[in-house]
């Protein structure tokens, strides 16, 4: 597979989604472009002005970043080629000679808002949120004199970058909070399996009936694939329709795997592959015997034998 030679990622500069961008190989050489939004990055890659983007997918306190869970799910076909994870610690930052006491707005990102509420409800509890596209555009706000908030969370990173002050450090109510970043590239490379692998899946609900998720997930439990997270999302065509997101253990090149996807597109024709790629933290999964390749070569063998009347 060509590493990609150009990048875009969620901007501006000093956003966690940079720092996972960082931890590719070469990224940091590379031409990096910030994008104003999730789907403006995943854009410029469809149309071909850069190889890949890195924009967040799973928050270990928030759950899914439905910006990308909806912006991947529709278009042209896009592909995951790896994971990054990156460790979340947030400092509030204000303009230098404002104290703590000073503070009513703060500007920041949803899901640092999140992650960060109840350390402010105890600590400035008449503190106002305003909304920020990331925690780093908050902090260029706060840096370049913007009117409408006083305080910005963000990294410290980012805080140290611009020569903001930090009025408090690790702010964020869990410890040990981690993003989890995807890179996604055009539909051209499968990156090869590990044994470490996960598959991210789109998987349109044909029809509303009863029994009709149990069914798609059967395809999963039949086969002895694990999901690692599954999420509903509305597809925004009228109230009701959803579709799953779904990220399983394996690798489209491993048997039980691609026996479930077979299954599963056809109960859902619209079904999206969005990419088998390693696992950052090089978990393999445990296989059952009756699930693993040589199984499924074994039964494959034997039903041959059978058709070829031996």
């Known amino acids: ?161 611009l020569g903001l002050a930090v009025l408090a450090l690790d702010i964020g109510d869990v410890t040990d909070a981690v993003t989890r970043f995807v890179l996604v590239g055009r539909p051209e490379d499968l990156p090869p399996r590990t044994g470490a692998d996960k598959t991210t899946l789109v998987i349109p609900l044909p029809e509303d009936h009863p029994g009709a998720l149990m069914q798609i997930l059967d395809q999963f439990a039949a086969r002895g694939v694990n999901l690692s997270r599954i999420e509903s999302r509305p597809t925004g065509q009228f109230l009701g329709d959803y579709f799953f997101s779904v990220d399983a253990d394996g690798h489209v090149e491993d048997a039980r795997v691609a026996d479930a996807l077979k299954g599963l597109h056809r109960i859902s024709p619209g079904l999206r592959f969005l990419g088998s790629y390693a696992r950052a933290d090089r978990r393999s999964p445990a296989v059952e015997r009756h699930t693993s390749d040589d199984a499924f070569a074994a039964a494959d063998g034997w039903l041959g034998d059978i058709l070829g009347g031996r």
């Open 1 to 161: 597979m060509t590493p990609p030679s150009s990048y875009t990622y969620l901007g501006p500069e000093g956003t966690f989604t940079e720092a996972a961008l960082l931890q590719v190989p070469g990224a940091g050489g590379a031409r990096r472009v910030p994008a104003l939004t999730v789907g403006s990055a995943l854009d410029a890659v469809r149309a071909g002005s850069v190889d890949a983007a890195m924009v967040p997918i799973e928050n270990s306190v928030e759950g899914g970043v439905s910006a990308t869970l909806d912006a991947i799910a529709v278009g042209a076909p896009l592909r995951i080629l790896r994971e990054e994870l990156v460790p979340i610690t947030f400092v509030l930052a204000g303009r230098p000679g404002v104290g703590l006491g000073d503070v009513r707005r703060i500007a920041t990102h949803g899901h640092a808002w999140a992650q960060c509420r109840t350390w402010v409800d105890t600590n400035i509890p008449d503190a106002e949120y305003f909304p920020a596209s990331s925690t780093a555009a908050a902090a260029h706000g706060l840096a370049e004199g913007e009117e409408g908030y006083d305080a910005a969370i963000c990294s410290p990173l980012v805080a140290e970058r």
